[in-house]
């Protein structure tokens, strides 16, 4: 199916993936903010998958799964994201709400992988940006603001106990 979709039908797709990565990264806000109970109830399976995982901020939090019902599902959904707005590094949608929405649908499925805590998505993220950065048919200057990008997203991690889980 993939392979059959025109240009068009590709970009109707991507800003489809943004948006929902947009609501993804408002939805793991809202369960760091409000707690987890009040999105989650307590059973046997949400026990094993959530509530009993403490590996976050020194064992004092737990993983943000968003809409999914595991963190590891959340992350590499979030991964899945970026490989999909990638595409539109080098030839960016003509309107600009259209690149708005693909930028910030970027830098939310950022956000995501880093919000679920899950190592194997943050090592995904690494490997995307470094093939983003050396195969993408993009001006220096876009490169550049990837590589900035990619360091604000660094710094904010970095001084963050929820976000940092992967350097663990």
């Not at 929902?20 to 046997?44: D, R």
């Not at 994201?81 to 259209?98: C, M, N």
């Not at 604000?152 to 940092?164: C, E, F, I, K, P």
Request: proline share 2%.
């Amino acid at each position: 199916i993939g392979a059959s979709l025109e240009k068009s039908d590709f970009r109707i797709v991507a800003l489809f993936v943004a948006a929902l990565t947009c609501g993804e990264a408002v939805i793991g806000q809202m369960e760091v903010n409000q707690g987890l109970e009040a999105f989650y109830p307590h059973n046997s399976m949400t026990e094993l998958l959530i509530y009993g995982v403490h590996d976050v901020a020194g064992g004092t939090q737990t993983r943000i799964p968003g809409t999914f019902i595991s963190t590891a599902g959340y992350g590499g959904a979030a991964i899945f994201g970026i490989a999909i707005l990638a595409g539109f590094i080098a030839e960016p949608p003509k309107s600009r709400w259209q690149r708005v929405l693909i930028q910030v649908g970027l830098a939310a499925s950022a956000y995501c992988v880093y919000l679920s805590a899950s190592r194997t998505a943050a090592v995904f993220f690494a490997i995307l940006m470094v093939a983003i950065i050396g195969v993408a048919r993009a001006s220096v200057i876009k490169k550049a603001m990837i590589m900035v990008s990619i360091g604000v997203v660094a710094w904010m991690v970095a001084g963050s106990d929820r976000l940092d889980r992967f350097q663990t």
